[in-house]
């Protein structure tokens, strides 16, 4: 189950990549950018401001009631069989997630083989968290591997040991994201503690494999974790650099889609001046390579 296969992405490591987005997350980071993502089963978005109040979709389902001229989502009543998807005029409508093979999810992200190649890049592994998948993360990541693409896996690392072990053979680079070192502040930003999470960096770092860290920067929620982020990830030995990523709302939207309260209403978005005196501020802790996108 993925709910996405991004070409030409800058973002996700070396070069130009493909990410493939596969949905499930152990996580519930407040900031979050893919709400769509927590579930690891298909779900309905509705954007009630693209809704034309047609009500070609009433007839289809429960979940979808007319009240007067008007149209009204009853999400309780969705069982996201997307019939409702192919009568919308407006795109109103959409399911988020699609099942699809290893083998067609692999033919998917190879299209853009040689230009991967070409720019040193090659197929992402996102969430969600990917390893949620192990499995199907193994079938695909064989058939990557096979035609010579560089792999790297973008994970929270809440994973079990094992998942870790699996996908290994087949990894180029890990992107691992660091939330918080304290243990209150983690809970309180994704609602689990990080004791695996920092576990599992160490084990990855003590295989010898290239580490690219990530610190999602969020004003009033882990702005004061940076000092402790770069003690930790100066200990490590196999790190190729620190990216700090400045929280956005861009995904409020997201969250009305879903029928979900957007969790950050009153965060201030960061100014490129804070963020760039956190990358120094890391630097001066004694990272040598701290960059922001």
Not at 150 to 161: E, F, H, S
Not at 171 to 187: N, P, R, S
């Amino acid at each position: 189950m993925i709910f996405a296969i991004k070409p030409f992405e800058i973002h996700d490591g070396d070069g130009i990549r493909t990410t493939v987005f596969f949905k499930g997350c152990p996580l519930r980071c407040q900031w979050c950018h893919n709400p769509e993502s927590w579930s690891p089963k298909k779900e309905l978005l509705f954007d009630a401001e693209l809704c034309r109040d047609c009500l070609k979709c009433v007839s289809l389902c429960d979940a979808h009631i007319q009240s007067g001229t008007s149209h009204l989502f009853e999400r309780k009543n969705c069982t996201a069989c997307e019939k409702c998807v192919s009568v919308c005029p407006s795109g109103a409508l959409e399911i988020a997630g699609m099942e699809l093979s290893a083998e067609e999810i692999a033919e998917e992200a190879l299209k853009d083989e040689l230009f991967m190649k070409g720019s040193g890049g090659g197929v992402t592994f996102s969430g969600g968290e990917p390893l949620m998948q192990v499995d199907l993360c193994v079938d695909v990541a064989r058939r990557i591997k096979a035609r010579g693409v560089n792999l790297a896996i973008d994970t929270c690392g809440a994973v079990p040991r094992s998942a870790i072990d699996q996908i290994l053979p087949f990894v180029d680079t890990f992107l691992f994201d660091i939330k918080a070192i304290d243990e209150q502040t983690h809970v309180a930003c994704t609602g689990v503690s990080n004791k695996q999470i920092l576990e599992n960096l160490r084990y990855v770092d003590s295989l010898g494999i290239p580490i690219e860290i990530r610190y999602p920067y969020v004003p009033t929620m882990n702005d004061m974790e940076d000092e402790r982020i770069a003690c930790f990830v100066k200990d490590l030995k196999h790190v190729t650099c620190l990216r700090v990523l400045p929280y956005h709302s861009y995904a409020e939207r997201k969250y009305a889609r879903m029928g979900l309260p957007y969790p950050l209403p009153n965060v201030p978005v960061p100014t490129k001046e804070e963020i760039s005196a956190v990358v120094e501020k890391l630097k001066k802790c004694g990272l040598a390579n701290v960059s922001t996108f």
